[in-house]
């Protein structure tokens, strides 16, 4: 079992940057593919970004490529979801979650309880 919990939400202005930690609990952190995924407000939850077990494989959903960046450090059981040039589009309710497999949009095994991401124009 993994247990993940998000941090580094909060408010900031259009063009501004945040970095989202999730620290996951458990000795196989490291073989669970990670993604971000989030919700905003009367929306679906959507993909952002997923990564493989190593690190050296990532995916993007279209509107954030060149602007987040996901990562991972296994020696801390964390991944990370750096977003620059944030526009108010991107607020939303942001979660990480571990899959068994990667890839774009998979199904995921595990949740964090996520945190709150709002972008003032």
């Known amino acids: 079992q993994v247990q993940l919990v998000e941090s580094g939400g909060g408010l900031v202005q259009a063009g501004g940057s945040l970095r989202l930690s999730c620290a996951g609990s458990?000795?196989?952190?490291?073989?669970?593919?990670m993604g971000w995924l989030r919700q905003a407000p009367g929306k679906e939850r959507e993909f952002v970004a997923s990564i493989n077990w190593s690190g050296t494989s990532t995916y993007y959903t279209d509107s954030v490529k060149g602007r987040f960046t996901i990562s991972r450090d296994n020696a801390k059981n964390t991944v990370y979801l750096q977003m620059n040039n944030l526009k108010p589009e991107d607020t939303a309710v942001y979660y990480c979650?571990?899959?068994?497999?990667?890839?774009?949009?998979?199904?995921?095994?595990?949740w964090g309880q996520g945190t709150q991401v709002t972008v003032s124009s």
């Open positions: 458990g000795r196989t952190f490291e073989t669970w593919a």
């Open positions: 979650a571990a899959s068994r497999l990667f890839g774009y949009n998979r199904d995921n095994d595990y």
